[in-house]
C-alpha cells in the first residue's frame, strides 16, 4: 500500500468508528452541532478568507479560467450563505428512525422498516468550496460521518472551513471524525477511497463528466452518479408558442454552467415555420449559438450541428437544434441523446403530454415549465446534495431521506419457523 | 470485442427496445401474461424435464455433489410450484405508476414522484433452476426486461424454461425480448454483462460469495449485492433459555443451505454455566458441529474456533460460538464479524433489546424470534427476487417494489424561473 492510499485508510477507519455514534446520536444533540457549525464559519472568517486567497493566488497563477475562479473564490457573503445553509439543515426534520412501513404479520410478529445512516459516505467534487460545508451538513444531519475529497485547487479553503466544522463538534459532544478531508493529492489516494470497500458504504462524485466516468470505472463500493445533463426542450405542435419561447430562453440562458440548463431544442415541424425564426432570434439575443440541423441552419448565424453536438452538455451559451416530424420522434431522439437528467414538452395537446411524459425515462420530465426547476431547492427538499441521474437508489434531486437506508426490525416472543 | 461478448451486447439491445414497450404495459396485460407463462410452463412439463434430466446427468457425469444435484433437479411438483408462483406474481399490486410523493409547490407547479421499472434487469445466478421462472415473473410484473444468466450447470433446463416463458409473451402481446437468456457460457459473456453500462441498468448476483464479490470487482454497471448470510444470535443474560434454545435450534437447523439460517451463537457470561451445556447438547442432537472458544471447547465434543470460524457462512451443520461479557461485547464481535444480514437477539430486559437494535445495523435485527424469518415471503411481500446486504437502494429482502425506481413528473403552465 502506498503512503496515500494508507493515509486514507486510517481517516476511513476512523470515520467508521465515528459513525457508529454519530448514527445513534438525537436530533438535538445533531442540530445543536449544526448551528455550532455555522457558527465557527462565521468566526473563522478571516484564516478562511485568508486561506482561500492563497488558493485563487495559486489559482491565478496558473492560468485558470476566470469562470472556475470565480466558482473558487470566497468572501463574506458566500461565506455567510454556507453558515445559513447550516442553519437551514438544522431546521429540516431528522429522516433517522422514521418508520417506512410497518405491520403486524398473520404469525404475531411486529414488523417496523426504519430509515437508518449508511454510515460513511464519501464525496469527491470539483472546485466549490462551499460544498465542504453543504455535504458536511446533510450528511451529519442523516447520521452519516463524511469523508471529503475536494479538489486539489481548493484545499487551503477545504482544510480551513473543515477546521471549523470540526472544533464545532468537539464542543457538541459528537465526534471530531464524523467529518474529515481525505489526505493526499495523488490519483492514488482518490483511488483508494474508491475501492475502500467495508469502510464507504456510498461515494457520490459531484463534477463534470470526467469525474463521473472515471468513478465509476474505477471504484468498487456503491456509487450514486449525479449531474450530468443534457437536458432537451421539445416544443409540440400543439405548444402555446409565447410560452415556449419564454421556457426555452429561461431554460438555456438563466444559469448555463448548472446541469439542468436545456442544451438541446426539439421542435416539431408543424410549427417550424412560425417558432424557428423567433426562437433563434431570441437565443441571438442572449449571445446563444444555435447548432442546427438542416432546417435551423437555414437561418442566419446558425451553426450546421454534428452528431456530436446533440450528445454535448455544452454547460455554455450554446444550444443543439433540430425539427422533429412528431412526438415520437421527439421521444427517440431524446433516448437516443438525452442523458436521463430533465427534459421537457411544451404542448397543450393531452394525449401528446400523457404520451411524452411515459415514455420518456428520465430523473424529472416536465410539462410546460423550464427545466431548471429540478432542484432540490425548488423541489422543497430544503438541502440537496447533488441530483442522480441513475436509477438506483436516488433518482432526481437528493436530500436527506435519500441519505439514509433502511433497516428491518422484527419482534417477537420466541418466534421460530 | 469476441464472438460471446457481442452475442450478449445483441440481447441486451434487444432487452433495451423490448423495455420501452413493456415499462408502458398496463397491469392487465402483465397479468395475463404471467398467468400465460404459468400454463406455458406446465404445458412444456415433458421438455422442461427432459432438458433437466440432460443436465442431471451432465452433473452426476461431473461428480457434482449430491445436495447441488438436488438444487438442480425439477419433478412434477418444483415445475408446479414455479407455476404457482408465476400466479401468485399475478395478484399482486402493480408496483408500477404508484405516486411516492406528490405536492403543489409555491409557484403553483404539480410534483409528483412515481414508480417506474428499471429498464433492463440482468440477473447471474447459481444451480436452481426454478430461480428462472421466478425471476421473470418479478421482472415482467414491475416492467422489467430480464436478462437471465443461469450456472451452466442448468443450461438446458433453463433454456427449456424460457423457451416456454417467451412463447407465452408473443401470445400475450408483450415483446418476447422481455424474457431472454445470456448466450454463450464464457466467463467473456459474464464479463460482457457486467460491464453493458447504457444496456443494463441494475445486475443482481445470487449465489456463493465468490459469485457476489467477483460480481463486485468486475461490475461497471449499477449491482444489488444479496444473499451473504454470516448471521449471530445473541442469548442475553435476560434471555428465556428455554426460548433462547428454540429460536438457536431453528435458526441452524430449520434449512441449513439459506442466507439467513444461523452461523454463530454468542452467549452473554452470566448465563454460560445454564446454558451452554444444554444448547450444545440441543444443537449436537440435530448433528450439528460446534466451533467454540475457549469457554465453548471445554465441554465434549466441541471443536476450538479459529478466528476464520467466526468470519464463515458455513451453509451446513456447523455453528461458530463464544461467551461474551455482556451486550457491548455482543455488539462489537457482530460489527467485525456479520456480513450485515440478521442478527438476532434473545432477551427480555428493554434497556438492553433497545441498545442491541439501535447499535446493530444489519438489514434486519430480530428480537426473539428465528433469524429463518428475514424472508420476503415471510415478510408479505408475497414474491422475493433475493435479499439485499447492501446498503443502496433496497436492505434486506426484495419485492416488486424493490425491483422500481422512479422518476419525477413536474407539470406547470409556463412556469420559468
Redesign the interface.
Same mark, same amino acid.
Given at each position: 500500500m502506498t503512503h496515500d492510499a494508507g493515509a486514507v485508510r486510517e481517516v476511513a477507519v476512523r470515520a467508521r468508528t465515528a459513525s457508529?455514534d454519530l448514527?445513534?446520536a438525537i436530533r438535538a444533540t445533531k442540530d445543536a452541532a449544526l448551528l455550532a457549525m455555522a457558527r465557527a464559519l462565521l468566526d473563522a472568517t478571516s484564516s478562511i478568507l485568508a486561506a482561500n486567497a492563497e488558493d485563487v493566488a495559486r489559482a491565478e497563477e496558473a492560468g485558470t479560467p476566470v469562470n472556475i475562479i470565480d466558482r473558487l473564490r470566497l468572501d463574506d457573503d458566500r461565506l455567510a450563505s454556507m453558515a445559513a445553509g447550516l442553519r437551514d439543515v438544522a431546521g429540516l426534520p431528522d429522516p433517522v428512525g422514521e418508520v417506512v412501513r410497518g405491520?403486524v404479520?398473520?404469525n404475531g410478529?411486529e414488523?417496523r !422498516?426504519l430509515r437508518?445512516p449508511?454510515?460513511v459516505v464519501a464525496m469527491i467534487y470539483e472546485a466549490r468550496p462551499n460544498v465542504t460545508a453543504d455535504a458536511a451538513g446533510i450528511c451529519l444531519k442523516s447520521g452519516n460521518a463524511v469523508l471529503l475529497r475536494g479538489s486539489s485547487s481548493a484545499r487551503s479553503s477545504n482544510a480551513a472551513i473543515v477546521a471549523a466544522l470540526r472544533s464545532a463538534l468537539v464542543a457538541s459532544g459528537l465526534p471530531q471524525d464524523a467529518v474529515q478531508l481525505v489526505p493526499g493529492d495523488s490519483h492514488e489516494s482518490v483511488r483508494a477511497l474508491m475501492r475502500a470497500?467495508g469502510l464507504v %458504504?456510498?461515494l457520490i462524485p459531484r463534477g463534470g463528466a470526467g469525474l463521473i466516468r472515471s468513478v465509476?470505472?474505477e471504484a468498487?463500493v456503491?456509487?450514486?452518479e449525479t449531474g450530468v445533463g443534457n437536458c432537451h426542450v421539445y416544443v409540440d405542435a400543439s405548444a %402555446?408558442l409565447d !410560452?415556449a419561447l419564454?421556457?426555452v430562453v429561461?431554460?438555456k440562458t &438563466?444559469r448555463t454552467s448548472v446541469c439542468n440548463a436545456a442544451e438541446s431544442l426539439l421542435v416539431h415541424a408543424a410549427v417550424a415555420v412560425d417558432f424557428l425564426p423567433r426562437v433563434i432570434e431570441a437565443l441571438q439575443e442572449q449571445d446563444v449559438t444555435v447548432h442546427g440541423d438542416e432546417r435551423f441552419s437555414s437561418y442566419d448565424g446558425v451553426v450546421r450541428a454534428t452528431d456530436d453536438d446533440f450528445r454535448t452538455e455544452y454547460l455554455s451559451l450554446d444550444i443543439s437544434a433540430a425539427v422533429v416530424h412528431d412526438v415520437e420522434a421527439a421521444i427517440e431522439h431524446i433516448?437516443t441523446y438525452s442523458s436521463g437528467h430533465s427534459d421537457a414538452i411544451v404542448a397543450r395537446d393531452q394525449v401528446t403530454i400523457r404520451r411524452f411524459?411515459?415514455?420518456v %425515462?428520465?430523473?424529472?420530465?416536465?410539462?410546460?415549465?423550464?427545466t431548471?426547476?429540478?432542484d432540490g431547492g425548488?423541489?422543497?427538499f430544503g438541502a440537496e446534495i447533488g441530483i442522480s441521474t !441513475?436509477?438506483? &437508489?436516488a433518482?432526481?434531486p437528493m436530500g436527506l431521506q435519500e441519505m439514509t437506508?433502511?433497516?428491518?426490525?422484527?419482534?417477537? %416472543?420466541? &418466534?421460530?419457523?
Open positions: 457508529h448514527a445513534l405491520s404479520l398473520a410478529l414488523l !422498516q437508518v449508511f454510515g470497500r %458504504d456510498v465509476i470505472e468498487s456503491p456509487v450514486i %402555446d !410560452q419564454a421556457i429561461n431554460a &438563466h433516448r411524459v411515459a415514455a %425515462d428520465s430523473a424529472a420530465v416536465l410539462v410546460n415549465a423550464s431548471r426547476f429540478t425548488e423541489f422543497g !441513475q436509477k438506483l &437508489h433518482r432526481g437506508s433502511t433497516k428491518y426490525v422484527v419482534v417477537g %416472543d420466541g &418466534h421460530i419457523r
